[in-house]
């Protein structure tokens, strides 16, 4: 999955069983491996297929999360990445002087699934890499037994009291529940001299245009941290105010390294101070 998978708390068993389970998810879920189950329903020419069970409860996860922010995280942004120069593991990812091209919209609504049966337009590209990934730290925690954490790419879950780096300085406590940050700091590239970042804005088909760096959101899973960091990162201004009107927590980087704190961040530091 293109990061660091650091755990805290496992069993050697478990730990094994843990790197076995993001290892196959990214066998299964990789647009860089022409041999997933990704790239062979994205290279598929028939509009309807049968897909693995695993393949349809992610796949379902992800049309609820596009469901759930009016289409902001849309898993059908594999072609705008593709255009926007994210061609091939990040590692490889060079500068190069021809510019970005513009990519689709996003077009989640046109996709049904029913069972195990998948239907969508001739030359969708599916991308559920940030729902796949969310999804496994969660599944992964569970494999866990007693107290532990399981932190990936800026996603974190964890049983149990532990202190989790928030970006550009600091830390926060997290008791129970889950992390997770979205931003366009890590994953950026250059085309043409113009950066470029994986986190594409499904209205327009093109990296986001966004007053934040980064995102991060605190929740019950990771899977809805991570849904709800994206939709935040790419409503830019609006986004504190979405996340209050969820009552989920959210923090702001701006590019010169200010920090914002929507209502229920600073309701939450308030009521951990007290506590203290």
Same mark, same amino acid.
């Not at 094994?16 to 189950?37: A, G, K, V, Y």
């Not at 255009?83 to 002087?97: I, N």
């Not at 954490?149 to 129970?176: E, I, K, N």
């Given at each position: 999955?293109?990061?660091?998978?650091?755990?805290?708390?496992?069993?050697?068993?478990?730990?094994?069983?843990? &790197?076995?389970?993001?290892?196959?998810? /990214?066998?299964?879920?990789?647009?860089?491996?022409?041999?997933?189950?990704?790239?062979?329903?994205?290279?598929? $020419?028939?509009?309807?297929?049968?897909?693995?069970?695993?393949?349809?409860?992610?796949?379902?996860?992800?049309?609820?999360?596009?469901?759930?922010? /009016?289409?902001?995280?849309?898993?059908?942004?594999?072609?705008?990445?593709?255009?926007?120069?994210?061609?091939?593991?990040?590692?490889?990812?060079? $500068? *190069? $002087?021809?510019?970005?091209? !513009?990519?689709?919209?996003?077009? @989640?609504?046109?996709?049904?699934?029913?069972?195990?049966?998948?239907?969508?337009?001739?030359?969708?590209?599916?991308?559920?890499?940030? #729902? %796949?990934?969310?999804?496994?730290? /969660?599944? +992964?925690?569970?494999?866990?037994?007693?107290?532990?954490? %399981?932190?990936?790419? =800026?996603?974190?879950?964890?049983?149990?009291?532990?202190?989790?780096?928030?970006?550009?300085?600091?830390?926060?406590?997290?008791?129970?529940?889950?992390?997770?940050?979205?931003?366009?700091?890590?994953?950026? @590239?250059?085309?043409?001299?113009?950066?470029?970042?994986?986190?594409?804005?499904? *209205?327009? =088909?093109?990296?986001?245009?966004? !007053?934040?760096?980064? #995102?991060?959101?605190?929740?019950?899973?990771?899977?809805? +941290?991570? %849904?709800?960091?994206?939709?935040?990162?790419?409503?830019?201004?609006?986004?504190?105010? @979405?996340?209050?009107?969820?009552?989920?927590?959210?923090?702001?980087?701006?590019?010169?390294? &200010?920090?914002?704190?929507?209502?229920?961040?600073?309701?939450?530091?308030?009521?951990?101070?007290?506590?203290?």
């Amino acid at each position: 999955m293109g990061c660091t998978v650091e755990l805290g708390g496992p069993t050697a068993p478990e730990a094994l069983e843990i &790197e076995r389970l993001f290892h196959d998810r /990214d066998e299964q879920f990789s647009r860089f491996r022409e041999n997933s189950e990704l790239s062979w329903i994205n290279h598929a $020419p028939e509009e309807i297929l049968a897909v693995s069970d695993g393949f349809a409860e992610m796949l379902a996860r992800a049309l609820t999360a596009a469901a759930s922010t /009016d289409g902001l995280v849309d898993p059908t942004l594999g072609e705008a990445i593709r255009s926007a120069g994210y061609d091939r593991d990040f590692e490889k990812l060079t $500068p *190069r $002087p021809d510019p970005a091209s !513009p990519g689709s919209p996003g077009r @989640w609504r046109s996709v049904r699934l029913a069972g195990r049966l998948l239907r969508r337009p001739g030359g969708l590209q599916l991308d559920l890499n940030g #729902v %796949v990934k969310a999804q496994t730290v /969660d599944d +992964a925690l569970a494999l866990i037994a007693g107290d532990g954490f %399981v932190a990936a790419g =800026g996603d974190y879950a964890g049983r149990g009291s532990f202190d989790v780096a928030l970006p550009a300085g600091g830390a926060v406590r997290v008791t129970h529940g889950a992390l997770a940050t979205s931003g366009k700091t890590k994953r950026r @590239w250059l085309r043409a001299g113009v950066w470029q970042h994986h986190l594409i804005d499904p *209205r327009t =088909g093109s990296p986001a245009m966004t !007053p934040w760096e980064e #995102v991060t959101v605190s929740a019950a899973t990771c899977l809805q +941290a991570d %849904v709800a960091a994206k939709a935040a990162f790419l409503l830019g201004e609006d986004g504190p105010k @979405w996340l209050d009107r969820r009552g989920l927590a959210g923090r702001f980087l701006r590019a010169d390294g &200010e920090a914002f704190l929507n209502a229920a961040w600073r309701r939450a530091a308030a009521t951990d101070a007290a506590a203290a």
